[in-house]
């Protein structure tokens, strides 16, 4: 016989668990009662603040019920008897406050999702202008910061995120709507998954139906109203009106709650005031009145008493979370933008590599090219050497041909300076000549009419004389010669009046021809020595190419290599600074904590600010939308929340407006409905 007996295990039942975001199963003892199936989900998801959540189901009528924790969950008779049996984990309470009251971020995400979908079903009225803020938060909670480079067109048309009232209401395209939101969800950015659900759930409190459950009452006149349990007490409101209660009764008048089949009896605080007595249509409903009742009274008395010990540690814990949840956000951020501001820099550095290269190939290319030219370059430079040498020599020739010419010409100017002086006494002797000669052509004139008298008296005696008169004859044509012998001047001058003459234009034109043609050539030399001279200008020694090819091909292989080093130095510095950056994220201290607790109070003035300015785009986004409103679809709410607009009230100025007067008078003003 074994010394340990093992326990018997009971028999099990199935059952599955829907939260908000979950689906659970678990196998459960038929003796385990609600609070052991609650205390179960509860560890399973990391549930703390379970005071505001509750198993409901529905019952084998349709109505809805919540799983009452001190009885066993198998013989609670209103339980559907399926397998697996299904529960929904839900909100059963709302905080009145939730920004002040929720501590756990799995208590917010639950209540933001349940709200959520109450929004979206309708069951909660929310203004067209609401909705679309509401879904930009949503959009912020579920994908992060709008990022453009990853966002697509038509991403949040495909999401449910407005109701389907708001989308039948206006003229507007899902896409319409779609870009709407996107302008507010890029303005979320930075905000975390938690702070966007606590702005939703911050909104959404301040809408008229959120945390109000309604039952259909009776009052003894029979007139048909609605019950609205809340977590600050009960409303009272018209049939066709479920936004503005008629009447308040806060949970601190209210002393007892109890129900006698259809009839529910609520005493006050105030003995002087008569009961607050209505009906109800079914008889179901009231024990869910009753338990919704007694657990927002219980919740109410809780928050204005002292935090129990297990709060107040909680909420410790919640703060210092949340206080090393603002101080790993503040290093993401800070690490965030190092990050983004060293991608910025390394997409720089990218394209300026990107442009270093294409700098390089170009100037490969180039150097390819400077190459091919100095090779051309080479070749037209020892041509031109060689043209240069042959000029160089062409131009000594041509100089030292100058330089004879030079000569010549000195020779040829004397010369000509001797002929102009032998010109010149040549003409005065001509001058001379031409006078001698008139005077001898007289003379001669003179003679020859002697010689006529004397050929005249030589006739008579020609037949006589005849071989006399032949010499005579000869001795007559002679007769210039022999005259002009005696006087040897003429002969020895050189002077005729015709030969001379003809010697002395000879002598001229001899002397001339010969200048000339010493010119010519010397014209025709310096002609060649100035075409020599331009050869060499427009040619290219060897010392004009090297500077050239030195201009040409160095400035870029300068360039490519001030390239590469400057390349290498950013690389080097990029490493450097994000080394410095990731490795200088310290610890913060007590400085750090005190700027940290400065920029928290500086983010509420911001948020005070923002808060307006939200309005104030709230107001602008409504007044550009009513254009497109359909006002066949405006239903009886919608007239109703723009009328409370117009009159400048809203959720919390009409339950102050409500519960003003004493208990008896709000009860005989119920009674009256």
Request: charged share 30%; glycine share 4%; aromatic share 8%.
């Amino acid at each position: 016989m074994s010394l340990f007996r093992r326990k018997k295990s009971g028999k099990v039942f199935p059952v599955k668990i829907s939260t908000m975001d979950a689906e659970l199963e678990f196998s459960l003892d038929y003796k385990a009662t609600g609070q052991d199936l609650f205390d179960l989900v509860c560890r399973t998801i990391g549930l703390r603040e379970t005071w505001y959540c509750g198993l409901q189901y529905q019952d084998c009528k349709g109505y809805i019920a919540w799983l009452k924790l001190d009885k066993k969950v198998m013989d609670q008779p209103d339980v559907p008897k399926t397998t697996p049996l299904h529960l929904l984990f839900l909100a059963k309470f709302y905080p009145e406050d939730v920004s002040e009251e929720l501590v756990q971020e799995i208590t917010q995400h639950l209540l933001f999702l349940q709200v959520k979908q109450s929004i979206l079903n309708m069951e909660i009225y929310c203004p067209p202008e609401a909705s679309v803020l509401l879904a930009s938060y949503a959009v912020q909670a579920k994908y992060g910061d709008y990022d453009e480079s990853t966002y697509q067109p038509g991403m949040l048309a495909s999401e449910e995120l407005l109701p389907q009232r708001v989308i039948d209401q206006y003229k507007m395209t899902r896409e319409m709507w779609e870009e709407r939101i996107k302008d507010w969800y890029a303005d979320h950015r930075g905000m975390a998954r938690d702070e966007a659900e606590m702005e939703y759930l911050k909104i959404a409190q301040d809408l008229d139906m959120c945390g109000v459950n309604y039952f259909q009452i009776f009052n003894k006149k029979e007139s048909d109203l609605w019950l609205g349990v809340t977590n600050l007490g009960l409303n009272i409101y018209e049939n066709e009106n479920k936004l503005s209660p008629k009447i308040q009764f806060p949970w601190s008048e209210i002393r007892n709650i109890s129900f006698d089949d259809k009839k529910f009896i609520i005493k006050t605080v105030d003995k002087s005031s008569s009961n607050f007595t209505f009906y109800s249509t079914k008889l179901r409903l009231n024990k869910l009145i009753l338990d919704l009742c007694i657990g927002n009274h219980d919740l109410f008395m809780r928050r204005r008493k002292p935090d129990p010990m297990e709060v107040q540690q909680m909420k410790a814990q919640a703060k210092e979370e949340k206080l090393r949840r603002q101080i790993e956000r503040s290093k993401l951020a800070r690490e965030k933008q190092l990050r983004e501001e060293v991608e910025r820099e390394k997409v720089a550095l990218e394209q300026r590599l990107v442009q270093y290269q294409e700098e390089v190939r170009i100037n490969k290319e180039a150097l390819l090219r400077s190459e091919e030219s100095a090779e051309l370059l080479a070749e037209k430079s020892m041509v031109a050497e060689q043209e240069a040498m042959l000029l160089q020599q062409k131009a000594s020739e041509a100089e030292s041909e100058v330089q004879r010419i030079k000569v010549a010409v000195i020779k040829t100017e004397e010369e000509r300076n001797a002929m102009e002086r032998k010109a010149g006494e040549t003409e005065l002797m001509v001058h001379r000549m031409l006078e001698e000669a008139e005077r001898r052509q007289q003379e001669a004139g003179r003679l020859r009419s002697e010689v006529k008298h004397a050929r005249e008296a030589e006739k008579e005696a020609k037949n006589k004389l005849i071989e006399f008169l032949n010499i005579s004859v000869t001795e007559v044509k002679t007769s210039p010669t022999s005259y002009t012998q005696p006087n040897g001047n003429w002969l020895q001058s050189g002077y005729s009046p015709t030969g001379n003459e003809t010697f002395t234009n000879m002598n001229n034109t001899q002397v001339v021809p010969e200048i000339s043609t010493e010119l010519a050539a010397l014209n025709l030399n310096m002609e060649d020595l100035t075409q020599s001279a331009y050869n060499l200008s427009s040619g290219v020694p060897g010392g004009v190419y090297m500077a050239q090819l030195s201009h040409f091909s160095v400035p870029n292989l300068s360039s490519n290599h001030l390239g590469y080093a400057h390349q290498y130095d950013l690389s080097s510095s990029q490493s450097h600074d994000l080394s410095r950056h990731m490795g200088g994220q310290d610890l913060m201290t007590g400085d750090d904590m005190e700027a940290l607790s400065m920029e928290i109070e500086r983010e509420k003035m911001e948020y005070l600010e923002k808060s307006k300015h939200l309005q104030d785009q709230l107001q602008t986004f409504k007044s550009e939308i009513d254009d497109l409103k359909l006002d066949e679809k405006v239903t009886e709410l919608d007239k109703i929340h723009s009328q409370q607009r117009t009159e400048g009230e809203n959720k919390y100025s009409t339950i102050q407006k409500v519960k003003r007067g004493s208990t008896s008078s709000r009860v005989a003003f119920f009674e009256e409905l």
